[in-house]
């Protein structure tokens, strides 16, 4: 069964600092994906960025990058120069090709301190 | 991107009762879709694949008399709470791919808070 993991339950940065949160995942799969989603106060689930496990290059949207080591099985997401509107719960998640079901981990809460 | 609404956005009943929760795919159509449930401070968890025009599949824990799944069209499924109990108050979303295959990301409802009781 794929297991998703996020051991930093809370996490804070200073408004323009880069923070960086972890996620490592176990999977059986061959091919699959990862994705970063935020969940604001409003708590709509909001894409923030998606990667290919068979792409080696890793994924990059504005601000927000990820940290791709298929071998170490680990996915981090490193948001630059942190603005108060990233204040939010990131939840880090894995499907394998061809399914569907999203294995999410168990979420970070990101504070912007001003 | 797709968009998927949910209603209603909040519904507050008393235990005993049903409540029903309405997903729609608004610009594309969606052969599956996923209910989730959300406690406070808590991960999404996964409560059932709803399929078009066949029985859901719940996932293991999950009352299938209580938590009623219906996917009448390809734009539409329903959860229906039955005789809702203050311990299912909760958030519920449901999401959607708007491609199969799970090549895709999915695309989340706004999510529905429901308060017994």
């Known amino acids: 069964a794929q297991t998703v993991t996020q051991s930093q339950p809370e996490m804070s940065v200073q408004e323009a600092e880069t923070v960086t949160l972890s996620c490592t995942y176990d999977?059986?799969?061959?091919?699959?994906?990862l994705f970063w989603y935020k969940q604001p106060p409003s708590r709509q689930m909001i894409l923030v960025i998606r990667?290919?496990?068979?792409?080696?290059q890793n994924a990059t949207e504005n601000r927000f990058s990820v940290n791709f080591q298929k071998a170490a099985k680990s996915f981090s997401l490193k948001i630059s120069d942190s603005q108060l509107g990233d204040a939010a719960m990131y939840f880090c998640?894995?499907?394998?090709?061809?399914?569907?079901?999203?294995?999410f981990g168990q979420g970070t809460r990101l504070t912007i301190n001003p | 991107g797709a968009v998927v609404s949910q209603h209603p956005s909040w519904v507050i009943c008393k235990s005993g009762t049903s409540v029903k929760i309405e997903c729609r795919s608004l610009?594309?159509?969606?052969?599956?879709m996923f209910w989730y449930r959300q406690f406070p401070k808590q991960s999404l968890m996964l409560m059932a694949t709803?399929?078009?025009?066949?029985?859901?599949?719940?996932e293991q824990g999950v009352e299938k008399d209580k938590f009623l799944i219906n996917h009448a069209s390809l734009t539409l499924s329903t959860l229906t709470v039955t005789s809702a109990h203050p311990e299912d108050s909760s958030f519920y979303i449901c999401?959607?791919?708007?491609?199969?295959?799970?090549?895709?990301?999915?695309?989340f409802g706004p999510g529905t808070r429901l308060t017994v009781l």
């Open positions: 999401s959607a791919p708007p491609s199969p295959g799970g090549d895709n990301e999915q695309f």
């Open positions: 999977t059986s799969e061959s091919d699959y994906y």
């Open positions: 990667q290919e496990a068979y792409k080696q």
């Open positions: 998640a894995h499907v394998g090709r061809g399914a569907q079901k999203l294995v």
């Open positions: 610009d594309f159509q969606a052969t599956t």
């Open positions: 709803s399929n078009e025009g066949s029985k859901a599949t719940y």
